[in-house]
């Protein structure tokens, strides 16, 4: 976890409440039947029933004001890889869009925190200003934290698109434009569904109520890096009339992996057709060209003989280890892009031997970014027992809206599981990978023991970039725990650090995290993790050496 993951997630809940960053997927209609019905009969329904054809088209404006949750990672960010393991969730106490629908604008405005402990301050407490984001047409945009506008990504504009979308009336409204397709309409229980086709690409399926003809619930499919495509689902309930409309005064997203609760909107108010702020894009950010992600070009470092730190993109190191004959190599972060780029500088390090091998050192998603990417590569993973269920699901996933590593390579899963310990060891190189003691972060994690050179090569234990530390006396437990003689940490976050710096920083960090305890309770305001606990020792439970 980083402060930069930290904005990325922010940004992808500023992009779409409903979305969290993924990309939109543009397809054609199954089905163009000819003639109006039974196409436009199912809208004209679903339009009837929120209020009237004539009613629905004259809508203006809509702005929706509430409060709710987004579920961390998408699911992949909780204590264990266990389906049943607690859901991780970010609170949204603030939360307001406004969708301009006659010119097809739209504005979100959200404060976010997190409901856990958490390295960085503003992440855990909330940022001093809420995050707002724009689209108007084809161009997406934020008002930075000093107000200034700045462009964003295509993705953050297919993402607004469907978050725009994601509202029964405007949804309706858009589907009632003569350019948009409604195909495959069909039932499906009580309820009557169809798919709509949107000039500008989008597609989502519709279900309305069989009897009432309102509409339960819409339909997408996204791009997650990890996950490959994801189908979200967002159900409408609770209808109340405002101002000749009904719209629903809760709204529930739920994704096809694990059944995720992807995020809660609890609605306070809505207002229809009420004066808003003009929506468009100034000129200055119409006029510039939409950020165009950076080519990852990874370094690669040398630490010890056989030992090389892989970093370059900012959050997330990788280690190779040179063996008599292959390689290794520790962690595949951030995104399928920066792990293809990774594995080419692993073996442009090492010309002439096969890099056969990741090891994970946990599940959470933004260390496993690149995940689709290794498996494509036909490498073997290595990881803790307890997250190879998970692993299997997402090598069985399709990736088919977005480039996806995996979706264009599928490929059935090698997979290495270390229960407490396992030895990597040939006449060129020693790895020890123990299993991660003492750590209320991660309870199926691996690290790595270099013996000699006296290495902790690790993720998740330190950064020296965190503000707070909350994991206790992990580091300083787990080398106890297995009796080693450390000299250096090698993070996935962070740099290379000898062990005593490590250990000084930490202790800091404890005490920001006490310190920010005291002054949040002397508020009247309890957050989690707080007071910071006093560690409880570890050395009875440890092994002999
Ligand atoms: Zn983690």
Redo the contacts with the bound molecule.
């Keep these: 976890?980083t402060k930069m993951r930290l904005a990325v997630l922010v940004a992808a809940a500023a992009g779409g409440f409903a979305l969290a960053g993924a990309h939109a997927r543009a397809q054609q209609p199954r089905s163009i039947a000819g003639g109006q019905p039974p196409r436009a009969a199912m809208i004209t329904r679903a339009a009837e029933a929120l209020g009237g054809v004539e009613r629905i088209r004259s809508i203006r404006n809509i702005t929706v004001a509430g409060y709710g949750e987004l579920a961390y990672m998408n699911g992949g960010?909780n204590i264990s890889a266990s389906p049943d393991a607690p859901q991780k969730w970010i609170s949204i106490p603030e939360y307001e869009k406004t969708v301009d629908v006659e010119h097809m604008r739209m504005r979100v405005r959200q404060r976010n925190h997190q409901n856990f402990v958490f390295a960085g301050l503003a992440g855990y407490l909330g940022a001093p200003n809420a995050a707002v984001a724009y689209l108007d047409g084809d161009v997406a945009f934020n008002a930075a934290q000093n107000n200034r506008m700045a462009r964003a990504n295509d993705q953050a504009v297919r993402a607004r698109r469907i978050d725009m979308l994601n509202n029964p009336v405007v949804l309706v409204r858009a589907a009632l434009e003569p350019s948009s397709r409604i195909g495959n309409v069909r039932t499906q229980g009580g309820l009557q569904l169809g798919d709509v086709t949107l000039a500008t690409g989008e597609s989502l399926t519709l279900a309305i109520d069989g009897a009432s003809g309102v509409p339960a619930w819409v339909r997408w499919i996204a791009h997650d890096e990890n996950l490959g495509d994801v189908t979200f689902r967002t159900s409408f309930t609770g209808y109340l009339p405002v101002k000749g409309v009904l719209l629903p005064m809760g709204y529930n997203t739920v994704i096809d992996f694990r059944n995720v609760v992807q995020n809660k909107l609890y609605v306070d108010k809505y207002g229809v057709d009420e004066s808003i702020d003009d929506l468009s894009a100034p000129a200055d950010v119409r006029a510039a060209a939409p950020p165009a992600p950076r080519a990852p070009a990874p370094e690669a470092t040398l630490v010890t003989g056989g030992v090389w730190l892989l970093h370059g993109n900012g959050g997330a190191n990788s280690v190779l280890f040179e063996f008599a004959d292959h390689l290794t190599m520790f962690e595949a972060p951030s995104s399928q892009a920066w792990t293809r780029a990774l594995i080419d500088r692993a073996r442009s390090t090492v010309p002439g031997k096969p890099l056969t091998e990741v090891i994970v050192?946990?599940h959470?998603f933004?260390?496993t970014g690149g995940i689709r990417v290794a498996m494509a590569e036909g490498l073997t993973l290595i990881a803790h027992k307890g997250t190879e269920p998970l692993f299997r699901e997402i090598a069985a996933r399709r990736g088919t809206v977005a480039p996806d590593a995996l979706g264009a390579t599928p490929k059935p899963l090698k997979f290495r599981a270390v229960d407490d310990h396992l030895q990597l060891k040939d006449a060129a190189m020693q790895v020890e990978l123990y299993h991660v003691v003492s750590s209320s972060?991660?309870a199926e994690?691996l690290f790595a023991y270099v013996p000699g050179a006296r290495l902790l090569v690790e993720?998740?234990f330190f950064d020296v970039g965190w503000e707070l530390y909350w994991w206790q006396n992990m580091y300083a437990d787990n080398i106890a725990y297995r009796h080693l003689q450390v000299d250096t940490d090698v993070p996935v976050h962070g740099r290379v650090l000898p062990l005593a710096d490590v250990l000084k920083d930490i202790d800091r960090q404890t005490k920001a995290a006490a310190d920010l305890c005291a002054r949040t309770a002397a508020s009247g305001v309890f957050t989690p993790g707080c007071p910071v606990k006093t560690p409880s020792p570890i050395l009875q439970d440890a092994p002999s050496r």
């Design positions: 976890m960010g050192s946990h959470h933004d260390h972060h991660m994690a993720g998740d």
